[in-house]
């Protein structure tokens, strides 16, 4: 297992995914975003879902944004759709794919 130089959980299980950032050869860097997994319905990849809040300031209000990213799903990472995860910025792994999971949040 080899060190992402990220402040994450390393996974307990081996995988032979060339695309993990644990056990393969990716490298991964900031940012790091945190969202729930709304989808995951492809193979391999799944859907997050990030929202934040983003300052008006004509109106000195904020509103509610969302924004959906599509990441890279290693093997030794099992996630179902609810739960949170840590997602990092990577190269491009397919046309809309530039982002890996690399925690999940609540597990020990």
Do not use: Q, W
């Not at 297992?1 to 050869?25: A, L, T």
């Not at 997050?48 to 008006?56: A, D, F, G």
């Not at 969302?66 to 739960?83: E, F, S």
Request: charged share 30%; glycine share 6%; aromatic share 6%.
């Amino acid at each position: 297992m080899r060190n992402i130089g990220i402040d994450v959980r390393e996974p307990k299980e081996e995988c032979n995914d060339s695309n993990c950032p644990f056990h393969g050869n990716n490298t991964v860097k900031s940012p790091v975003i945190e969202g729930e997994v709304i989808s995951t319905s492809m193979k391999g990849t799944v859907t997050v879902l990030r929202e934040y809040m983003r300052k008006t300031t004509k109106y000195e209000r904020y509103e509610k944004r969302k924004k959906r990213y599509h990441a890279h799903l290693p093997g030794c990472i099992h996630v179902k759709v609810g739960d949170t995860v840590k997602i990092a910025y990577s190269r491009p792994i397919a046309k809309s794919v530039s982002f890996i999971v690399v925690e999940k949040e609540g597990t020990e």
